[in-house]
C-alpha cells in the first residue's frame, strides 16, 4: 500500500482520529507500570520506563537536553500561580510566545501568545492544569522534521507539515481535527546538522527508539522534543524504507535482547 500513495501523504488519511486514540505514555499513567513490570521480570522494554520519565515530561527532558548541551528554541520556566514579570518574560523571547504543560502531546497543552494580553490570559489558564510552565521562543518554519531513532542509529526521516493555515501540526480548533502532510526520505537527503544534532539527543535520552522533532530555521537546528514512543504510520513514516524499516527495527531488538541475555 504505501508503494501506491504519494510522495506527500495527507496524514488525515492515514488516520484522522490518531490524535485522539493513541495511547501515549506519562509517568503517573498504566503506560510506566506496565514498562516498569516488565522491565523487573527481565524482559526487554523498548519504551523503557526510563524513557518515558526522560521523555514525556517537558520540563525534565528540557533540563536533560541543557544538561547534554543539545540546542532548542531559548525556553523559560515560570510557575505560573505566583507572580512573574510578563514584560520580562516579552524582553527575552520576544513576540509571539509559545506556552506548553509539562505533559502535553499532539499539539495538546501548547498555545501562542500574540501579545502582552494573550500571554497572562494563557498562563492563568494553562495554570489551572500544570503548576510549571514553558514558555519558548517562536520559530514558524513549513514544517518540522521527524528523525527516527532505535539505539543510536537512523532509521528514517520524516518532514511532518504544519496544519493548513495553522502554525501547529495539528490543527485541534478544526472541527475534523485536521493535520497537516508528511513526506518521507532517504537519510542521507537530510541536512547533516539536523541528523548530528538528532543524533546528540536521542544519545541523551538513552538508546531507545525515539522520534526526535526538530526545527530548522537559517542557520539554526533545535530540538522541539523526543518522544518516546514515536508512531510509524503505514505510508507515512515508512513511505521511503518500506518493509526495510521494520527489519531494522526487529534486528535491533534482537541484537538488544542478545546483550540482556549475555549472549
Not at 133 to 143: C, R, S
Request: some cysteine; glycine content about 6%; aromatic content about 6%.
Amino acid at each position: 500500500m504505501s508503494n501506491l500513495l504519494p510522495g506527500k501523504t495527507p496524514r488525515a488519511l492515514v488516520n484522522t482520529t490518531r490524535c485522539l486514540s493513541v495511547i501515549t505514555t506519562k509517568v503517573d499513567h498504566h503506560t510506566y507500570q506496565i514498562a516498569q513490570n516488565a522491565e523487573n521480570m527481565g524482559l526487554l522494554v523498548i519504551d523503557s520506563p526510563t524513557d518515558i520519565m526522560r521523555c514525556s515530561n517537558k520540563v525534565y527532558l528540557h533540563e536533560r537536553l541543557q544538561r547534554f548541551q543539545v540546542d532548542t528554541p531559548k525556553t523559560l520556566l515560570i510557575m505560573g500561580n505566583q507572580p512573574y514579570d510578563v514584560d520580562g518574560l516579552i524582553h527575552q523571547l520576544g513576540l509571539p510566545i509559545i506556552v506548553k504543560v509539562p505533559d502535553g502531546s499532539f499539539s495538546i497543552g501548547v498555545e501562542k501568545a500574540k501579545d502582552r494580553d494573550q500571554l497572562q490570559e494563557i498562563i492563568a489558564r494553562l495554570s489551572e492544569r500544570s503548576a510549571i510552565l514553558l514558555l519558548q521562543e517562536y520559530m514558524p518554519t513549513d514544517y518540522d522534521w521527524r528523525i527516527g531513532i532505535m539505539n543510536n542509529q537512523v532509521l528514517y526521516a520524516c518532514r511532518y507539515y504544519m496544519a493548513k493555515s495553522h502554525w501547529q501540526i495539528y490543527n485541534h480548533s478544526a472541527r475534523s481535527h485536521k493535520s497537516g502532510n508528511a513526506d518521507a526520505m532517504a537519510v542521507e537527503k537530510v541536512p547533516k546538522k539536523v541528523v548530528k544534532t538528532a543524533l546528540k539527543a536521542a544519545k541523551a535520552m538513552g538508546n531507545g527508539f525515539y522520534g526526535v522533532d526538530l526545527k530548522e530555521s537559517g542557520e539554526r537546528v533545535v530540538i522541539i522534543e523526543v518522544n518516546d514512543n514515536p508512531s510509524i504510520d503505514m505510508g507515512v513514516e515508512d513511505l521511503h524504507a518500506g518493509q526495510m524499516l521494520y527489519q531494522q527495527i526487529m534486528s535491533s531488538m534482537l541484537r538488544q535482547l542478545d546483550e540482556l541475555n549475555g549472549r
